[in-house]
């Protein structure tokens, strides 16, 4: 059973777009819900994180938006460009365990 | 650099064998998370350390241990391996709850 269900698989932005990922999740004992950055043959690497006690966190060009009453969070990458291109995961945590969603690969064309 | 190291970084063994990957986690960092990640099934949860004890259990297959020493170093064990065991092996450590730090992973081949 997939905790946290993400979407979409793929996505394709121009420079300079907006890219929008989406996450989904039922168990309301998660208290954290980080963002994970993986570029090919690495490690994934946070990128930024939210606690359900805010509704929305802006790190520079990112931002993750929490809706905690439609268990729902998504990031936003503003004016994405060609180096944001990588493979994007959203998670939750109880604290105890990490459930990763299936990961979204993002081309952002010149 | 996320401070969490991995070795090996590759390996390729044949059907049936044993190996052992190892994990180094962040100065200070009590808890170390194994996972697998292969193409078709993302990240998916193996097992949880914390001070040298079990903590948490994901879908780890019996064909697989860890565990983690004193120095809080761990080892992930696999043994009879089967070509579907082919994946990238990530470790990554935690100074508690959050913010898990990530290795660069062991891509194992099985042939």
């Known amino acids: 059973q997939q905790q946290v269900k993400q979407s979409p698989q793929s996505l394709i932005v121009q420079k300079g777009g907006i890219s929008i990922i989406n996450c989904a999740y039922e168990?309301?004992?998660?208290?954290?819900f980080p963002w994970y950055q993986q570029f090919p043959g690495k490690g994934p690497a946070l990128l930024i994180a939210?606690?359900?006690?805010?509704s929305e966190k802006k790190e520079g060009r990112f931002t993750i938006s929490f809706n905690k009453s439609a268990k729902q969070f998504s990031l936003h990458i503003m004016d994405s460009q060609p180096g944001d291109s990588a493979t994007y995961f959203c998670a939750a945590s109880t604290g105890n365990q990490f459930y990763f969603g299936t990961g979204t690969s993002l081309t952002v064309i010149p | 650099d996320s401070g969490v190291t991995q070795t090996p970084k590759h390996l390729i063994t044949a059907t049936g064998q044993r190996v052992t990957l190892r994990c180094s986690p962040r100065?200070?960092?009590?808890?170390v998370y194994w996972y697998q990640q292969s193409l078709d099934q993302g990240l998916q949860f193996l097992i949880q350390?914390?001070?040298?004890?079990?903590?948490a259990k994901g879908n780890i297959l019996e064909r697989f241990s860890a565990q983690q020493f004193p120095d809080l170093h761990s080892e992930l064990n696999l043994s009879s391996l089967e070509l579907g065991d082919s994946a990238l092996y990530f470790c990554a450590s935690s100074p508690g709850e959050d913010e898990a730090f990530f290795g660069q992973g062991t891509r194992l081949t099985v042939v």
């Open positions: 168990n309301t004992a998660f208290d954290y």
């Open positions: 350390y914390y001070n040298g004890e079990e903590r």
């Open positions: 100065s200070g960092d009590l808890s």
């Open positions: 939210i606690r359900p006690d805010v």
